[in-house]
């Protein structure tokens, strides 16, 4: 069993919808957790980042973590075709930047938006 | 730059072929990091760097695999005697110490034929 899993899909959905991404883990360890948008050919762009439990809203974009339950979850709301790509969580143990925690990645939601 | 830049974008290598692939992170960013992405999949986490001191090489896959950044600013990984498997998108991220969510450039494809 890998440490982070997603659904790799794809998840198609009607323009307008509200669309729903989750990822579960199993190291009790991770405390920062990111969502990544990747278009095809190009690198990952960071969407969100939390700590530790609870919400936090960026525009159309709601990140939730459920610590008890090792669940993530990422909520665009009234979706847009551009929208469509791939879409990554990764999570870490610590701020990579005070030590050498590298971020371990899911393995991405293909999304379709359709017009 | 602006942005996180790496070079060549696209690399065809025959089996065999060293390669070098070269990382331009975002000016001051000490933290830097490699990733190797196999298609349908996410990144995987290669090594790390704050400034010039490699503090984690635990991802590196096999001692053909090298990386360096000197100066504390440009980084090259060097995978020597390619291999089919070593065929993947070569990611590099960079971010402000203290920061854990880095920002990546667009990668280097490297086919291994």
């Known amino acids: 069993q890998k440490e982070v899993e997603q659904d790799p899909g794809p998840l198609s959905v009607p323009e307008g919808a509200i669309v729903s991404l989750n990822c579960t883990y199993s190291?009790?360890?991770?405390?920062?957790f990111m969502w990544y948008r990747q278009y095809s050919r190009k690198g990952p762009e960071l969407l969100m980042y939390?700590?530790?439990?609870g919400n936090k809203e960026d525009g159309r974009f709601t990140a939730q973590v459920d610590k008890s339950s090792k669940y993530i979850s990422l909520f665009i709301r009234d979706s847009q075709p551009s929208d469509s790509a791939t879409y990554l969580c990764?999570?870490?143990?610590?701020?990579?930047?005070?030590?050498?925690?590298?971020?371990?990645f899911g393995k991405g939601t293909h999304l379709i938006i359709q017009p | 730059g602006a942005g996180v830049s790496q070079s060549p974008r696209y690399k065809v290598a025959k089996r065999g072929q060293d390669v070098a692939l070269r990382c331009d992170p975002i000016?001051?960013?000490?933290?830097l990091f490699w990733y190797q992405q196999a298609l349908g999949q996410g990144p995987e986490f290669l090594t790390y760097?704050?400034?010039?001191?490699?503090?984690?090489k635990s991802g590196l896959p096999s001692d053909r695999f090298f990386a360096e950044r000197p100066e504390g600013s440009v980084s090259t990984l060097k995978i020597q005697r390619t291999q089919q498997e070593d065929s993947a998108v070569y990611l590099c991220?960079?971010?402000?110490?203290?920061?854990?969510?880095?920002?990546f450039g667009e990668g280097s494809w490297l086919t291994v034929v």
């Open positions: 991220a960079s971010s402000l110490l203290k920061e854990g969510a880095g920002y």
């Open positions: 190291n009790s360890a991770f405390q920062y």
């Open positions: 939390t700590y530790s439990s």
């Open positions: 990764a999570m870490s143990p610590s701020y990579s930047g005070g030590g050498a925690d590298g971020l371990t």
């Open positions: 000016s001051g960013h000490v933290s």
């Open positions: 760097f704050q400034n010039e001191a490699q503090l984690d």
